[in-house]
T-cell receptor
Framework: RKEVEQDPGPFNVPEGATVAFNCTYSNSASQSFFWYRQDCRKEPKLLMSVYSSGNEDGRFTAQLNRASQYISLLIRDSKLSDSATYLCVAPDNNNDMRFGAGTRLTVKP | DTGVSQDPRHKITKRGQNVTFRCDPISEHNRLYWYRQTLGQGPEFLTYFQNEAQLEKSRLLSDRFSAERPKGSFSTLEIQRTEQGDSAMYLC????????????FGEGSWLTVV
């Protein structure tokens, strides 16, 4: 099992749709998690951190389920500008921050 | 600009040549990371430094790769005898404090080995 696994995608959704991505992690002792956004051929940029049960920032909500060892990212009212790859980050068993392979989202008019 | 900076941004080299990338982290950050990313994949952890000490190295980091952070500030990543499989974007990142703090990335150094 990979240390951080994400929905493979791609997700193609219309503007205004709600879309959710899941990410599972293997280190049950992990305390902090992140979602990054990465545009094509650009560096990853922090979208949200998830330290406890969840976090909400405008149209974006991140939730943590410790029992099932997954985090999710919910995007409401999708905009064209939300089109990007979304990367999940969690500590591995050595406490190194590991990235998932990313989930690609395309929001269409 | 007070972000993480990387140099060069793009490098094309012939197979067998050595290349070196430099990273200047955010000034107050004590942790510095190197990742590698190929198209369609997430960033793969290579190594990280806590100040000048290299605390972790991935199995991905073969003997041809070496990273240094001699004074706990900037870092270099050298690849010796480059191979075509080394073609990737090499990302440097930094953070303040321990594991679990936000990691900030530079814009990356693109390497193409021909």
């Amino acid at each position: 099992r990979k240390e951080v696994e994400q929905d493979p995608g791609p997700f193609n959704v219309p503007e205004g749709a709600t879309v959710a991505f899941n990410c599972t992690y293997s280190n049950s002792a992990s305390q902090s998690f992140f979602w990054y956004r990465q545009d094509c051929r650009k560096e990853p940029k922090l979208l949200m951190s998830v330290y406890s049960s969840g976090n909400e920032d405008g149209r974006f909500t991140a939730q943590l389920n410790r029992a099932s060892q997954y985090i999710s990212l919910l995007i409401r009212d999708s905009k064209l500008s939300d089109s990007a790859t979304y990367l999940c980050v969690a500590p591995d068993n050595n406490n190194d921050m590991r990235f998932g392979a990313g989930t690609r989202l395309t929001v269409k008019p | 600009d007070t972000g993480v900076s990387q140099d060069p941004r793009h490098k094309i080299t012939k197979r067998g040549q050595n290349v070196t990338f430099r990273c200047d982290p955010i000034s107050e950050h004590n942790r510095l990371y190197w990742y590698r990313q190929t198209l369609g994949q997430g960033p793969e952890f290579l190594t990280y430094f806590q100040n000048e000490a290299q605390l972790e190295k991935s199995r991905l980091l073969s003997d041809r790769f070496s990273a240094e952070r001699p004074k706990g500030s900037f870092s270099t990543l050298e690849i010796q005898r480059t191979e075509q499989g080394d073609s990737a974007m090499y990302l440097c990142a930094s953070s303040f404090g321990g594991t679990g703090n936000t990691i900030y990335f530079g814009e990356g150094s693109w390497l193409t080995v021909v």
